[in-house]
């Protein structure tokens, strides 16, 4: 699917596709200054910075990402963006499914991925062959190169990327950890709702000012950043399937499509409506 670069009077620019047959979708995309707000994904991503500075916090940590480093990001993990310098930075991102990833991987033989989210063991790597990789898949498909192309170039990127994955051990089963496991199931099933502390801190069982400290401290948000982020995640995959953004908005839970809109920029500066327009071709 080919698409235009949206652009911005400072000359920030971001281009999407998708493939049809995969899911996976490519992300071309260059900023100067501020790039994007605290944010996740459900999918995997990797990707390479093609000019400039590329600076983000991930897993708690600042991480300096510069031409032909690999960044490796896994679901759920909280990042950001800015550029540090004046020139700002242009990246290419593969946003590569779960689904698909743990098909791949079992292809391969790595590991199981039936109930076990991958983790990678570095966020950026100096590892030239799978840089290589992960600039190949994203030309195939960001370019439409057609199907073997694309096929080989990402079986040798996951061949290569494998080596870089672990999986996450389970959570302690203490009654902190199942408390919190209560509140974070809780949020997932009741992201359309307008849940207040006190419900949420009664459904877990823990007093509400020890649940806003432990749930941060072990998630690395609060819970209400935790649910604005799920609400996005879901807006993002029911926008891709082409619905209208303000029966969006409100199925997961924002008050109407101008909230949803300001949550959805600051995160993936596109407004909800031309990420729908990139990934369906479905006028507004």
């Known amino acids: 699917m080919s698409t235009g670069k949206r652009r911005t009077a400072n000359e920030d620019w971001v281009q999407i596709r998708r493939d049809p047959d995969t899911g996976i979708e490519s992300v071309h995309a260059h900023f100067r200054g501020h790039a994007y707000d605290p944010h996740d994904h459900d999918e995997v991503l990797v990707g ?3 000019q400039g500075v590329q600076r983000f916090r991930c897993h708690r940590s600042v991480h300096t990402s510069t031409p032909g480093r690999a960044m490796l990001i896994e679901p759920g993990a909280v990042h950001d963006g800015h550029a540090p310098e004046d020139v700002g930075f242009t990246y290419g991102m593969l946003y590569l499914p779960q689904a698909w990833v743990a098909s791949m991987m079992q292809r391969l033989g790595q590991w199981d991925a039936s109930a076990i989210l991958p983790a990678f063991r570095n966020t950026l790597t ?12 994203f030309l195939a498909i960001h370019q439409s190169e057609g199907r073997l192309a694309r096929d080989q170039s990402l079986d040798r990127m996951m061949g290569l990327m494998s ?47 020890r649940l806003s400290r432990q749930f941060s401290r072990s998630f690395g948000l609060s819970p209400h950043a935790y649910l604005v982020r799920l609400r996005l995640r879901k807006a993002r ?43 369906t071709n479905v006028l507004d």
């Open 237 to 279: 995959a029911l926008l891709a399937g082409g619905q209208d953004p303000a029966q969006v908005a409100l199925e997961v839970g924002f008050a109407d499509q101008s909230h949803m809109g300001r949550w959805f920029q600051r995160a993936y500066r596109i407004t909800p409506a031309a990420y729908r327009r990139h990934c």
């Open 126 to 137: 100096d590892d030239a062959l799978l840089s290589k990789a992960i600039q190949q898949a």
């Open 48 to 50: 390479i910075t093609h």
């Open 163 to 209: 080596t870089h994955l672990h999986t996450r051990a389970p959570l302690d089963s203490n009654d902190s950890a199942a408390q919190l496991g209560r509140a974070q199931e809780f949020l997932h099933a009741q992201m359309g709702r307008d849940i207040g502390l006190d419900e949420l801190a009664s459904h877990s069982g823990i007093d509400r000012f």
